[in-house]
């Protein structure tokens, strides 16, 4: 598990083909790695790999091609900078949210534009994937812990205040670029609690909660 609070700007030094997948080098830049250790997990622009090499200036890990058909993983080249984080350890703070690493889908940048200090985003999100973007609710771009400002059915707008802007790749965005993202987890657990439908149902893009169901359950009076 992640908070989406980046630890570090990473860049990729090598992506060699190994097996049939890809095996991708990082320079972790200011990533503390004196506590990792073999096997550990690395969310990387909010990928969840696995450290198989690593020493105190940089890691390596094993790409599948299920990740790289699913992430924007497979746009990255060599000199890329990528977010990174370490994962939770128990004293961790929790500065952002509950991140699995588990990308859930990839959204376009449909516009950026400047307000005062921040910029202001909207992305598009996958129509199976609307239904858990709330105002104000989560959501993680690229391993980043953010909140929503508004949501018009697919597009989700969100603030970039300076500090993000500077410690991430948020600052290399450009409109029509793709972005992993990945839902609060909450709000999917929530939606398979309540229904108790199979995975299947669950992909569908309509959402089957409803007033009368909340009520009935106990969420709302």
């Not at 200036?57 to 990255?76: G, I, M, P, R, Y």
């Not at 400002?149 to 790749?169: C, G, K, M, S």
């Amino acid at each position: 598990m992640f908070t989406g609070i980046i630890e570090s700007l990473g860049k990729i030094t090598a992506m060699r083909p190994v097996g049939g997948d890809m095996r991708l080098s990082i320079a972790v830049g200011a990533l503390d790695m004196s506590d990792v250790q073999l096997g550990d997990s690395i969310a990387v622009n909010g990928v969840c790999l696995t450290a198989i090499e690593f020493d105190d200036k940089t890691f390596s890990a094993d790409v599948s091609n299920e990740t790289l058909s699913l992430t924007s993983l497979n746009q990255l080249n060599i000199g890329s900078d990528v977010n990174l984080e370490k994962a939770l350890t128990p004293t961790s703070r929790l500065g952002g949210h509950l991140v699995s690493g588990h990308v859930d889908g990839l959204g376009e940048l449909v516009e950026l534009s400047e307000d005062a200090r921040s910029i202001k985003m909207r992305i598009e999100a996958p129509e199976n994937l609307k239904r858990y973007i709330a105002v104000k609710g989560s959501i993680c771009i690229d391993g980043i812990s953010l909140t929503v400002n508004a949501v018009d059915d697919r597009v989700f707008e969100l603030n970039i205040v300076p500090h993000t802007q500077e410690r991430t790749i948020i600052k290399h965005y450009t409109t029509g670029q793709k972005v992993n993202l990945e839902v609060d987890l909450v709000a999917r657990y929530l939606e398979r609690l309540l229904l108790n439908i199979p995975d299947e149902e669950l992909n569908k893009n309509e959402s089957q909660i409803s007033r009368e169901l909340l009520a009935r359950t106990g969420f709302m009076s």
